[in-house]
């Protein structure tokens, strides 16, 4: 049995928060992943933050990745296919597709802004040059003379996406990988893609050099062990973050396979220092380290006039900043070279501080200051009492957890005071969706055809993705072959009607306990014309809560607030669904006893009636605070009908407070705040 929780031992909170929910490439609409893996998670916590720490402290940012590559592929067959708009126009509609699945699952972003557009933009862009030259002043930007694919039939330099291959990386088999990161996220030097094909032409394209800036990256090696190993003591920190975060801090090493082993001896001695650790039992490949990644890479051409194939390992290398696409933030000539942009993905790191800033300037432009605590941008991510929450999926770990935190560290930002909160995949139907497959995964905003927003941020945040990948298998999806058709395909139909859709199970604890609890609180006070029940007052009864129900409410606000300071929001999920559950047998039970002991004693049954909703009373209000991030419409709902204003109600100032002193707290007598009279047959979540 769990032991007890105590007000005494309740976490600690900062002022003022930041919450992030990553970047979505502007060359699509949003996919289940994005939604229910890290924007549904994301608000959860935002919305908990704004009850716990108050709404004008908290600020939720997220946005639109308007800028690379992929964005530049995608628009160039688009172009093909005849489409007429400019590149900023296609990503201002993917935008706005985004944004409309977003508020269609009640995701409560301050500001949805994008990189490229207004007014986010031209911030970004100051942002990004404030940035790059503070790491210029700084000695951490380096110009490299580097390797990029070039098409000698289309006659171009390939940018990042336009190529494709198989992933070099030790144990990765990625077979999409493009020229200098995988599919899966593992980044290395273009020269190391295997099978390289341009995707214009469908030639082999030749490598040729280019210069761009580089973050030196290698150099915080050991700032960054130790940054991990304070992550693996804080208590917090998702184990994925930190066993991902591992594996890029080993030495610069080369697989090289057994069968290569006498080419490898004949040129062994023209290689850089290093050592060679022999294959271990069956393993089929040796290892090369190397003492640093400068030596590994120089291997590369021995290695390659001496025939021998080989893999990386997983380990620091300087991180790209500039590239010589067009659809970037430019960089200033300044910086070292001439006529580049913005890699991506740097700039993409630093973009929720330019839309920190873009959503204030909004709001003082817009006479809103009153929304926020402060216009200061440095005092929600510079300030000791403020804190950041970057909420992403486990494949961005190495940029967020690696790139972003040295490039902090050089800039002098405290890290102590960011948390990355990263969840596992949420499979599609037990397979990591891929919209490649045969049973592509279906967009986020299609869901909402066969399911309710609510329904569905319940049953993603029960999944547990903190802990490991986990299925998503609606049933409304999940298509059985049940014959075959006269051209000889399959016969697709759904799954059986008697079983049950694991997407609904949440939902029944909405529809049936809470919905239950909530009706019978407000029609049990309801007035009725002749009765002098002492209930029947159309009021929030006054009177302490019993010892049961005033120990089960503080239960489960300590647990709810342990648990989300855990980012265990399966377990705070759980402990709402144990807390609702018991309410509503303890009203069950009390109600049934009071109306048999009024059956012989009249006044007996009205004060055990009485009774049953104080205490019924008590625990709606609470347990409707605690669900307000998972289902906010359907709680709202009900604070609705108490008749008290959210920013009241949902406070949780008052949260572990007994109801009398929650009515007083409202300039009320208790007994004497009334509810709003719900109609016959009311139901608070109708799906």
Known sequence: MASKLSRDTRPSWPRRAIVTAGMPYGNKN???????????PADFFARFLRDRLGAENVLFVSGTDCYGSPIMESYRKLREEGYDKSIGAYVQENHDRQEATLDAYDISCDLYAGSAL???AHVHEQVTDEILHRLKDA??????????????????????????????????????????????????????????ISQLTGTTPELRPVENLYFDLPAYLDYLKQHVE????????????????????????????????????????????????????????????????????????????????????????????????????????????????????????????????????????????????????????????????????????????????????????NMQQSTLVANYHVLYMGKKASSSSKTPPPPASELLEHYDAEQLRAHFLSLGLSEKPVSFSPKAYDLRETGKNPDGTALLARDDKRVIDPVLKEGTLLTGVFNRLARSCFYGVAEREGDESLVRTGCIPAGSASA????????????????????????A??????????????????????????????????????????????????????????????????????????????????????????VRALGEEPGSHRVKVLPPRFDFFAY
């Open 30 to 40: 949003l996919h289940f992943g994005h939604v229910g893996g890290v924007f549904i």
């Open 118 to 120: 207004e007014p986010a």
């Open 139 to 196: 000695g951490v930007l380096n110009k490299r003379s580097t390797l990029q694919f070039y098409d000698t039939q289309a006659g171009q330099f390939l940018n990042g996406r336009q190529v494709v291959g198989h992933c070099p990386i030790q144990g990765c088999k990625s077979e999409k990988a493009y020229a200098d990161e995988c599919d899966l996220g593992h980044q290395f030097e273009p020269e190391e893609l295997i099978a390289p």
């Open 230 to 413: 304070e992550l693996e003591c804080d208590g917090v920190t998702r184990s994925v973050v930190t066993k991902t975060m591992e594996e890029w801090l080993l030495p610069p090493v080369l697989y090289i396979q057994n069968k290569f082993r006498e080419a490898f001896d004949a040129i062994e001695a023209e290689l850089p220092a290093h050592t060679v650790e022999e294959p271990e039992g069956n393993k089929s490949s040796f290892t090369v380290v190397f003492p640093s990644w400068q030596e590994r890479d120089e291997a590369h051409a021995v290695l390659a006039r001496g025939g021998v194939r080989f893999r990386s390992g997983k380990a620091l290398v300087p991180f790209r900043i500039t590239g010589n696409i067009e659809w970037g933030v430019p960089v200033d000539d300044s910086c070292g070279c001439h006529g580049l942009t913005c890699w991506v993905w740097p700039e993409s790191l630093w973009a929720p501080i330019s839309f920190t800033r873009t959503a204030l300037a909004e709001a003082e432009r817009a006479g809103k200051d009153e929304r926020y605590a402060s216009l200061d941008w440095h005092d929600w991510w510079c300030s000791e009492d403020a804190h950041a929450y970057q909420f992403i999926g486990q494949d961005n770990i190495y940029f967020y957890g690696i790139a972003q935190t040295a490039l902090w560290a050089a800039l002098g930002c």
């Open 548 to 571: 049961e129900a005033a120990d089960a409410i503080e239960q489960a606000v300590l647990g709810f607030e342990d648990a989300m300071h855990r980012f265990e929001f399966h377990r």
């Open 573 to 662: 999920l759980g402990v709402c669904d144990a807390f609702l559950r018991a309410a509503n047998k303890r009203w069950s039970d009390a109600s049934k006893a009071a109306k048999a002991a009024g059956a012989e004693d009249p006044a007996r049954g009205d004060d055990l009636m009485k009774q049953a909703l104080v205490d019924a009373f008590a625990e709606l209000r609470v347990a409707t605070v605690l669900m307000h991030g998972v289902v906010p419409r359907g709680c709202e709902l009900i604070c609705e009908y108490f008749d008290i204003a959210p920013e009241a109600f949902f406070s949780w100032d008052h949260v572990l407070e007994t109801t009398d002193e929650f």
